[in-house]
């Protein structure tokens, strides 16, 4: 298989969702994972705005680094509430005080 940090995908519209999917690939299929190249395309499907992505990376702080980063994953998940509100979604913003009690112990959301 082909190293992803090694393609050049430019970061443009319609190619966000396969950078998303090109990261969950590297976390959840490869053994071991690979985080550091998850964590470079679902920055850069984030930077095209990608709110999966940015859920993705804030369960990757708070669930798979070791020690975890819950700053980082706060920061990543506010961002994708933000932008899921900038685009008219409404949906309610769980807590992020639920899912400090939660990070490090496995139970954290799964992966969008």
């Not at 961002?79 to 639920?98: F, K, L």
């Amino acid at each position: 298989m082909r190293r992803a940090t090694g393609m050049s995908v430019p970061p443009t519209p319609g190619n966000d969702m396969a950078m998303n999917n090109l990261g969950r690939q590297y976390a959840d299929f490869m053994q071991p994972a690979d985080l550091d190249a998850a964590r470079h395309w679902w920055e850069r499907a984030a930077d095209a705005g990608n709110s999966n992505a940015m859920f993705n990376l804030g369960h990757l702080h708070a669930e798979l680094m070791q020690p975890p980063d819950l700053d980082g994953a706060r920061h990543w998940w506010e961002r994708a509430a933000d932008t899921e509100a900038q685009r008219g979604h409404v949906q309610p913003r769980v807590p992020v005080r639920e899912f400090d009690s939660a990070a490090g112990s496995g139970r954290g959301p799964p992966l969008a």
